[in-house]
DNA sequence: TTGAAAGCGCTAACAG
DNA sequence: CTGTTAGCGCTTTCAA
């Protein structure tokens, strides 16, 4: 490779790394060699001496397989991937499932094999994320971790966006408006009740009904509301998938959506919300933006951008990014 | 470390990497050593001498973001970390969309990072497995690639699995079975229909409607079918998804699933085909298990069992392997 | 059975 | 600006 430029190894090294001062005429050389060749280096031998890997672990905590039905993460993983391909950055995938997982995740990742870590965890108890934490790598959370402590995170604004969908809801007038929150060991279904409530702090009990984010778990809290409360007359579901399992039983129970019971649901899946019936009024979240975010973030610099994202400039080491939410107006509300 | 156990490097390599002929005394100096310092081989060194990498890429080939509403890939890629975290394998993600990232794909195999891919592409006309091939990288296809060429793939009995479902239907005795398929330019919605055209080869052309996997799309294939054959009086859909759809306009319609419509899917993808209503007779594959077939191919072994896995043992470097279907029968057929 | 020594392909000091 | 030199941490001959 020196040889056929007819230039040392150092620079090669120089050229194939971007670095100034090295003379045009030589640089193309190399350049031309490179590409003869089909040069392309070593990145075992690199990281060994640079000590740095180009990689990045993406961890995924998820014992169900419920996470799957979910497009959720999909889309995120979709944004990571795109932030760190524009960075010549490699993504490894860390699924995890039980307890002898989580060590051997720990172990890896303080095996100081990556840069850094990007983790997913839902759960409040999940131990994972403190073995991760005290692994020593640096580390963004998908989503507000459910502990007290500094952890960097990327997340959208839950409970803001609850906010919107309930002042939605009463705006058009309806004065008994229920929510199904989402698992409630998980921050996001959390902060969503407590957006819910902000607006409404003085609503009845039972209006408020445990779902598990998935259609399921939305049809048979809405059945539970209707039992306890037939003069519902609107819903706010903690996420698309919960509302469509609602939209399910509302009609199988007679009632008109919006006419009889206006409907809000959460996250803006596309597929979900577009095709449901009615097609659902939503709070709508950057998710994959989120996913850029988060890789970003932990490689501290600005978001690659592929047109005018406008999502939110500042990622440089800033603690957490709480990304803002958006009401989109369709028929169900 | 080689001072902290008393023994030369060579020695702790070995002992690290179980290798035979070191008297026990010294492996477990060795073994308490690497305990004490939490010592965890540098795999960039390791992989600069061995020319090995411990790491696979998988490479998901989708412009479109449907592939991510289907927890079809999220299920096989579950599988496939399984087996790759038996094997102490590193899982690289490679997502694509569009032709400048199946170039940089191409580069980034034929480059040597890794030791094989596992690739998934849908489309009979994409050009990255192809692309792939040429690299020179052992690889493994997600289903069974669009060219008459030899590659190695794993997929499931698509084929035989819908001749049970349409035999399945006839046996009901109905004699207007339709068909919606999945979108032509992939083989598993090709055989598919294949298998639907072995059981009934004089069936009314207006019978078959191109579908897309998709709830919509299943949706819209129903409303035709019903426009051209008010009489259909049974629907084999390509995938639980489609099947959804077509449940739904069939509801609409008035129609009672299964008195006047039987219906079955394809996959058994649970949240879908339980959930359905009525909840769908379909056919199941097992995703996941082809997930870890894959990589046990790739790495050459068997699957690393956990349990009785029914599958298919013999995973040995063997061309391709088609896994067995089988009907799950419920209420809508 | 074990240790000494060489070197994988690269980058980073340091001279020149 | 460019080349020379010295390792990065590991495995692997080769001797002992």
Redesign the interface.
């Known amino acids: 490779m020196a040889a056929r430029a007819g230039v040392s190894r150092a620079t090669v090294s120089r050229v194939v790394n971007g670095e100034a001062g090295v003379r045009e005429v030589l640089a193309v050389k190399v350049r031309r060699a490179v590409k003869e060749l ?1 040069y ?1 280096p ?4 690199r ?2 001496v640079t000590r740095r ?1 180009d990689a990045v672990a ?1 961890v995924i905590a998820e014992p169900e ?5 979910d ?1 959720f ?3 995120q ?2 944004g990571i ?2 932030e760190l ?1 524009a960075r010549d950055v ?6 995890t499932e039980g307890r002898d ?1 989580h060590e ?1 995740v720990g ?1 890896y990742l ?4 990556v840069d850094g870590a990007l983790v997913f965890s839902l759960h409040l108890d999940d131990p994972l994320p403190g073995i991760i934490h005290g692994a020593g790598v640096p580390t963004v959370f998908g989503g507000r971790p459910g502990w007290a402590g500094s952890a960097r995170y990327v997340d959208c604004d839950n409970r803001g966006g609850a906010r919107q969908a309930v002042r939605h809801l009463v705006g058009l007038g309806r004065t008994r408006v229920a929510h199904i929150t989402g698992p409630l060991d998980q921050t996001s279904a959390v902060d969503r009740l407590d957006g819910y409530r902000d607006v409404l702090p003085a609503a009845d009990p039972d209006l408020v009904v445990e779902g598990d984010f ?3 778990g939305g049809e048979r809290a809405m059945r539970l509301l209707l039992d306890r409360r037939p003069d519902v007359d609107a819903v706010f579901a903690a996420n698309d998938l919960t509302a469509s399992g609602a939209l ?1 039983v509302l009609r199988e129970s007679g009632r008109r959506v919006p006419r009889d019971v206006a409907v809000v649901g959460f996250d803006d899946m ?3 919300a577009e ?1 449901a ?1 009615p097609p659902l009024t939503t709070v709508r979240q950057d998710i994959e933006g989120m996913g850029r975010l988060m890789a970003a973030m932990l490689l501290r610099g600005d978001v690659h951008e592929e047109g005018a994202d406008g999502a939110d400039a500042d990622a440089e080491g800033g603690a957490c990014v709480v990304l803002p939410t958006e009401l989109v107006r369709r028929e169900s509300a």
């Open positions: 089909g392309v070593n990145r075992a031998a990281s060994l890997h993406v397989t419920r996470v799957f039905a497009p993460f999909a889309l993983l979709r991937s795109k391909t490699q993504l490894l995938l860390l699924l997982d051997r172990r303080a095996g100081g094999h998935t259609p399921a399910r596309l597929p979900v095709q019936d």
